[in-house]
Nanobody, 125 residues
Framework: GQLVESGGGLVQPGGSLRLSCSAS????????IGWFRQAPGKEREGVSC????????YYQDYVKGRFTISRDNAKNTVYLQMNSLKPEDPAVYYC???????????????????WGPGTQVTVSS
């Protein structure tokens, strides 16, 4: 099944956005959900991840302390709260669902071949 990302938009530096990752065809409950981003001309990179088994969360250093990942199983949605957005944060943000290895491996996501449309985040004054 496909994941759908939403919540992107244009914000000023220092602003906030909350991204959502949802699925209509299957339950996200026991999946690890990762957020990734890709800026023009750059490789896709990891942002944050939440494990499916115990909810352990992971953050890349460049978003630690600013972004928070959470899940609402009742809504079958995983969120990425992004605060204090910086000029280097703009990208298309994607989510992915897989086993917990998605979170603790730095390269596993590079082998995924199915991505949703993503949601654009733009930071500009």
């Amino acid at each position: 099944g496909q994941l759908v990302e939403s919540g992107g938009g244009l914000v000023q530096p220092g602003g906030s956005l909350r991204l959502s990752c949802s699925a209509s065809a299957f339950s996200l409950d026991y999946y690890a959900i990762g957020w990734f981003r890709q800026a023009p001309g750059k490789e896709r990179e990891g942002v944050s991840c939440i494990e499916g088994t115990d909810g352990k969360t992971y953050y890349q250093d460049y978003v630690k302390g600013r972004f928070t990942i959470s899940r609402d199983n009742a809504k079958n949605t995983v969120y990425l709260q992004m605060n204090s957005l910086k000029p280097e944060d703009p990208a298309v943000y994607y989510c992915a669902a897989d086993l917990d290895i998605l979170c603790y491996s730095e390269t596993y996501y590079q082998g995924l071949d199915s991505w949703g449309p993503g949601t654009q985040v733009t930071v500009s004054s």
